[in-house]
């Protein structure tokens, strides 16, 4: 038999569900192992929270055709066939800024977490994370989290214990993008930023792209961590 086509569209009929949301979660997956891909598809499309709107096998097909599907979650294997999933997200997160990245790998080793969140992954789960738990990550990062194992976040919190400190960089920020970056630290999502600063979307965005820049930084992770070790 042959692979199946790179891309999966998936299109549900829009409908309340049993969380309440009137939209579900649109989520794609970029996996190269064919029965994973096609076992957290299944689970995704199962779950009237959830729509699946593309299923990729590899990087390079994601970053030609993921942008026009508007995905919410990025679900990314890190060990792919040509480009990696690492060098994927940070390609992606700079199109796609308010895509919430989730690494799905069967490594445990510091750098590549790492190296995962200074790209601009929310997450990093084990590949023998159950479907059922990989729902959950999905709804706890578009809520502002960032699920990983205990293991995994005490390796976050050693790596940049040890980092060194910041520099001025700093105090180029204005003191509008000190605001913004400073509810980005407590852990409010992007939404609730704007709310709470009672800005647009867009300026948010804007606040954000600035920041990243000022900062050098690719990722919110990377930015939180300048801004705590000031």
Same mark, same amino acid.
């Given at each position: 038999m042959g692979l199946p086509p790179m891309l999966i569209q998936f299109k549900i009929k829009r409908m309340n569900n049993p969380s309440g949301n009137v939209h579900p979660i649109r989520v794609a997956m970029i996996e190269d192992d064919e029965e994973i891909r096609f076992t957290l598809g299944d689970a995704i499309s199962a779950d009237r929270d959830f729509c699946l709107v593309g299923s990729y096998r590899d990087a390079e097909s994601a970053l030609k055709s993921l942008p026009e599907t508007k995905p919410c979650v990025v679900l990314m294997d890190i060990n792919l066939p040509g480009m990696d999933g690492v060098q994927c997200v940070r390609r992606l997160k700079a199109a796609m800024p308010d895509v919430e990245f989730l690494m799905l790998t069967v490594y445990q080793d510091s750098t590549r977490l790492i190296q995962s969140l200074m790209a601009g992954? *929310?997450?990093?789960?084990?590949?023998?994370? *159950? =479907?059922?738990?990989?729902?959950?990550?999905?709804?706890?990062?578009? *809520? !502002? !989290?960032? =699920?990983?194992? =205990? !293991?995994?976040?005490?390796?976050?919190v050693q790596h940049f214990?040890?980092? =060194?400190?910041p520099t001025s960089e700093l105090a180029r920020l204005t003191p509008r993008e000190k605001d913004v970056l400073d509810q980005?630290?407590? !852990?409010?999502?992007?939404?609730e930023v704007a709310d709470n600063l009672h800005i647009g979307t867009g300026t948010l965005q804007t606040h954000v792209h600035n920041i990243y820049e000022k900062?050098?930084?690719h990722s919110r992770t990377e930015a939180v961590v300048k801004y705590l070790n000031r």
């Open positions: 992954a *929310s997450g990093y789960l084990l590949k023998r994370t *159950s =479907p059922e738990k990989l729902l959950l990550a999905i709804r706890e990062v578009c *809520s !502002g !989290g960032a =699920p990983m194992t =205990p !293991g995994m976040a005490r390796r976050v214990q040890q980092a =060194p400190a980005l630290t407590r !852990g409010f999502c992007y939404k900062l050098r930084v």
